[in-house]
């Protein structure tokens, strides 16, 4: 269970293949478009709470957006809502968000003001060149948790690993 500190005191996210992998296949599709797409993570607790393991991925109903600023996509929230059904009946929490850039990761404006995942401590991963080189870039990925309201930090490289 999480409480008012949401996931703050989790120490180590582990991103399995079960859940990254089926985030890249959206993602390449929709970057083949050069759209953007976003793609949910939900995973468990360690006994200790200090450790989350992203198990599943659930990719929500999207619409995406080219503007003369860049790309984006819109989630409506009756689709946000169907994503946090999903995990809790998977017995998860949505603790994670990936998405993809057209070039360089990194957080943008709009990834901090409107994030899909909203738990304190949660993890946002950034993947760039609309995820085509899927995790062979990994060294390219850009990750951040979420340490107040619309304030994000970049991570550091012991705070991720990669399971396959």
Known sequence: MTGPRGLLDVRRFVL??????????????????????FALLGGTLSQDG???EFTSCFVPEQ?????????????SGSALHRANLEFYRRGEIMAGQVHSHPSDAYHSQLD?????????GALS??????AAAGTASLDRWACYRLIGPSAWRAMKGEELEYRT
Do not use: H, Q, W
């Open 112 to 120: 901090d003001a409107l994030p899909l995942v909203t738990l304190l």
């Open 63 to 75: 619409t995406p957006y080219r503007t003369p600023d860049g790309v984006m996509v819109e989630v």
């Open 16 to 37: 399995t293949s079960s859940a990254i992998n089926p985030a890249m296949i959206a993602l390449k599709e929709a970057g083949a478009r050069c759209d953007e797409a």
């Open 50 to 52: 200090e450790a989350l």
């Open 125 to 130: 991963v950034v993947i760039p060149d609309f």
